[in-house]
């Protein structure tokens, strides 16, 4: 978002409550690993950084299904050019702001307070002291919890809700091979075990990030390292070799089991002082990758209608809420029906054959029926359609399945007579 104002010309200064991470020795607090997508690149190209970045990524061509067994069976995205990209992008991006003269970051400024009168904020300093800062317009990109967004809980007509998920997640660690990677790189592996899960996405340093999604009362159970490696050596017995049982017995308590939750907020905006992008408008569990994608698709959508009304903030920002919330709610709701979808389904004989139906419907009707997956991640429809598509799509699927099974049906019955009837016949001829 500040390299977009920039371009426009708008004096910008970012404040960021932690330090900068570049200079960081360590990096406080843990997430999940971030997958671009095409609506992210959509994005990144606007401000000339897609190529550089795209560069630094792993691209993902697959999901990989971890059976208990050991078994691994790739399920394709979609086509072979449709990829997702893992790594850590924030360095850059911090790189791309930092490279327009009218733009300062500032670190170590945390947020206290802010008047939707005056424009006025008021931060703690790195050096403990208390500072204000005036602006025109605010934009709230501070993150599930936002600072920012406890203005707009004081007013009326906002609306507002929050959901924890009952599970959590940690994070581990799977370590390079001989100075190679543990596991095949391209793909997002997937352990799936029902009512929990593992993922594993690959990092630049041949290392991958290893997440595992899980009911907070079955972490509970697990207090000792010999409990975690027994719970591995049961549901992951194949990655309890190349994780190594000294590192997943220490690392499985390093930090506690993070909560996931999801956020919607109606409207994203404030009069014509303040915006809500990102997380503060729209935290979205993990689940569908979109989290990142989306906030993107927030500056990339807003730019627009800056260009539409020529800036004018009254009109932009009445404009974004009324364009940006539908689609924001949707993905939220998508990412909640993911989570059942990746530990569970992919486990199934019907998802498989969903799957195939929906790629060979695809491909005889690729204007007509499009894979839910394939609308939300590799293209720019809106995510409220791209929901509206697939319920349509489901009832088309529905009937074609019936049809289909109902001809077998017939055809079987049909086959089935025939050799009685030539029999019967046979006989009354002797």
Known sequence: NASFLAKRGFQ????????????????????????LSLRGREALKHIGMEEKIVSKGIPMHARMIHSISGKQSPIPYGKKSQVRLSFNITPFLLLAAEAYPNTKLNFGYKLSDWSFDSGMMTFQGPNGTEEEIYADLIVGCDGAFSAVRKQFLR???????QTYIPHGYIELTMPPINGQFAIAPNFLHIW????????????????????????????????TGAQALEFFQKYFPDAVPLMGVAALKRDFFQLPAQAMVSVKSSPYHMGDRCVLMGDAAHAVVPFYGQGMNAGFEDCIVFDGIMDQFNEDLSAVLLEYSKIRVPDDHAIADLAMYNYIEMRSHVNSRWFLFRKFLDNFLHRIMPRTIIPLY???????????EAVRQWQWQNKVSRIFVCSFIRYLMIWHCVIGRRPAKAKNLKKESE
């Not at 007013?155 to 809700?161: A, I, L």
């Not at 593992?198 to 991958?208: R, V």
């Not at 394939?374 to 409220?384: G, L, P, W």
């Open 12 to 35: 910008v200064q970012l404040f960021e409550s932690r330090e900068d991470i570049r200079q960081a020795k360590i990096v406080r607090g843990r997430s999940i690993n971030l997958a």
């Open 155 to 161: 007013q009326s007509r906002f609306n507002y809700s």
């Open 192 to 223: 799936p075990r029902n009512t929990f899960m593992m993922i594993a996405l690959p990092n630049m340093d041949k290392t991958f990030t290893c997440t595992l999604f899980m009911p907070f009362e079955e972490f509970d159970k697990i207090t």
């Open 374 to 384: 394939t609308m939300v991640t590799f293209s720019r429809m809106r995510y409220h």
